[in-house]
């Protein structure tokens, strides 16, 4: 009966934030939530959300999919919390599905928006979720990572993937992707700054920002990064401030660092 409760208040939620354009979609999002997948034989289903323009999105019924949209429909944890006006090139690390992208895509309509995407079938549906959108965002199916490699990850963790070396990482799965530096990005995009990145990348931020130097920070005016273990934090701020940041620790998400240069 829980498993029902809670949907409903969110549901209840959405219906006075007048949070979809089809109607219909309240009652999709409640059968998503409370993970009855047999009513669509496991196939994605579109919603229309009000804070994409009414752009149509695919949602996965038993997948992490429902977790990501209640971020964008509810706590927009990835948005930038001061301000960020304007923004040209936006790159989004760890795209997952899009929401967020083509939420930076309606919110920044000049903007420029990159979306990067470890996982296969994550991207199947980031690539369905952009059509309409292909002239302002470009996504790139590849992990990054400190260096160009293939990286081995895998989807144990209940919301999230751990990526590591490929040498390294026993994976019963044989999930494996291309990785990409960010440097390489800056160099292939001819990017002369970054107004504004977010990065989401599974614990991946260790090797790239605390073990390897980081001077691809140079281009970055404006950064929001989740950490995936407590113990980065005080290291990220010191290097965020060597590169020029003024660090907070995210008002939205307890896992988060949001950083700015003055």
């Known amino acids: 009966m829980l498993r029902k409760i809670r949907p409903l208040k969110r549901l209840i939620r959405l219906l006075f934030m007048n949070a979809f ?8 999002y409640y059968k998503l939530a409370i993970g009855a997948n047999s009513l669509y034989k496991n196939s994605p289903v579109y919603l229309h959300p009000r804070n994409l323009k009414g752009h149509a999105v695919l949602c996965r019924p038993g ?16 948005l930038p919390s001061y301000s960020c006006e304007g923004p040209q090139i936006i790159l989004d690390l760890g795209a997952n599905v899009g929401y967020t992208t083509i939420h930076f895509a309606y919110l920044y309509p000049t903007a420029r928006v990159i979306g990067v995407e470890l996982d296969v079938n994550n991207f199947a549906i980031l690539k369905e ?12 199916n590849a992990a990054v990572w400190y260096k160009s490699a293939v990286v081995s990850y895998n989807d144990n ?5 751990r990526v590591e070396e490929n ?13 990409v530096t960010i440097n390489q990005l800056i160099s292939e995009y001819s990017f002369d700054r970054i107004d504004f990145l977010k990065m989401d990348i599974e614990g991946a931020e260790k090797e790239i920002l605390l073990t390897h130097t980081p001077d691809w920070l140079s ?16 290291p990220l701020v010191q290097v965020l401030e060597k590169y020029g940041f003024y660090c907070m620790k995210d008002t939205k998400h307890w896992a ?6 003055s």
Do not use: M, Q
């Open 219 to 234: 281009y970055v005016k404006h950064i929001k990064l989740e950490y995936h273990d407590k113990s980065y934090f005080a």
């Open 63 to 78: 997948t992490t999919d429902i977790g990501s949209l209640d971020d964008l429909l509810f706590y927009n944890y990835y």
């Open 157 to 161: 963790a209940e919301d999230a993937y």
């Open 167 to 179: 040498t390294s990482l026993p994976n019963d799965h044989g999930l494996s992707a291309k990785a």
């Open 21 to 28: 354009c089809n109607p219909k979609d309240y009652w999709s």
């Open 256 to 261: 988060a660092i949001e950083a700015i240069k």
């Open 129 to 140: 979720n952009i059509k309409g959108l292909e002239d302002r965002i470009c996504i790139i």
